[in-house]
């Protein structure tokens, strides 16, 4: 049912890309799928974390859906500060095109080294945070964030939770929303394509949970990606790489990772 409606999600994005295109021409109608492709690649980075989120504060399986539904609704809003103050950088400070340049090249490298995708939501900073302001209760209470107890508020680790998948929305925010900028700096195609890549992500995420780690070089791939397009980025205003040109590399990108995944595979634990 959750590869149902995955699926459904990206046709819906297709149509939209065809409304685009028809309605402002065949460079939109490209910069949109490309965008939407990068985004929808880098999301399936997320799922890997949200895995480990979930497995680390131990979420039942049954209230797993409820944080990913109220953190999609806020990355719609993050995404969107994060997209129009970008777009207002490049059209203001042209030098911040090879500060997103770098973060992007930075992190692709970052991304290859060994441990690169060890993650405790315990450390992060703004779960931390709540920890301090919040008493946390000792125990899950249904699907509650919130509960009263005692005469005060107190969260609940679905709570905890949910702040550590904002918090790395935030992370990822500052890989993704460069690399889309870098193909487009259409305010509407940049954050549309970040709207229908985050709407999808969490049937995404119960239709791939299980599948998606037997896909050892998937991670590599979206490493390159993101080299990939943080160099197209150091190098636009003395080499300018077209759309079309893009496209097809990031398709060889993931073509080649799902193809050398089937041929080895991950050697199974003894």
């Not at 904002?166 to 993704?176: G, N, R």
């Not at 229908?196 to 949970?209: C, E, P, W």
Request: proline share 5%; net charge neutral; with cysteine.
């Amino acid at each position: 049912m959750a590869l149902l409606e995955s699926a459904a999600w990206v046709g819906l994005a297709l149509v939209f890309d065809v409304c685009v295109y028809v309605s402002l021409g065949h460079q939109a109608g490209l910069e949109f799928f490309a965008s939407y492709v990068v985004e929808k690649s880098l999301s399936v980075d997320n799922i890997f974390l949200f895995l480990l989120i979930f497995h680390a504060l131990g979420v039942p399986a049954e209230s797993q859906h409820k944080v990913l539904y109220s953190g999609v609704i806020g990355a719609l809003a993050m995404r969107a500060a994060f997209v129009f103050a970008g777009i207002a950088l490049l059209r203001h400070f042209h030098p911040v095109l090879f500060v997103f340049g770098g973060i992007l090249l930075a992190t692709g490298i970052r991304m290859l080294s060994p441990g690169a995708r060890e993650f405790s939501p315990e450390r992060n900073w703004l779960v931390r945070l709540t920890r301090r302001v919040l008493p946390v209760t000792d125990g899950y209470r249904g699907e509650s964030f919130l509960v009263r107890e005692g005469g005060k508020w107190n969260a609940t680790p679905l709570f905890v939770a949910l702040i550590a998948v904002e918090a790395m929305d935030i992370i990822f925010a500052v890989d993704s929303v460069p690399a889309v900028l870098a193909i487009t700096r259409d305010s509407f195609i940049a954050y549309s394509s970040n709207v229908f890549a985050i709407l999808g992500l969490r049937a995404m995420y119960f239709g791939l949970a299980d599948i998606l780690p037997r896909f050892r070089f998937l991670h590599p791939a979206l490493a390159a990606i993101l080299i990939f397009v943080g160099a197209k980025m150091l190098i636009a205003d003395k080499i300018p790489i077209s759309t079309e040109v893009s496209l097809g590399m990031l398709a060889a990108i993931l073509l080649i990772a799902v193809c050398a995944s089937i041929l080895w595979p991950r050697p199974e634990p003894k």
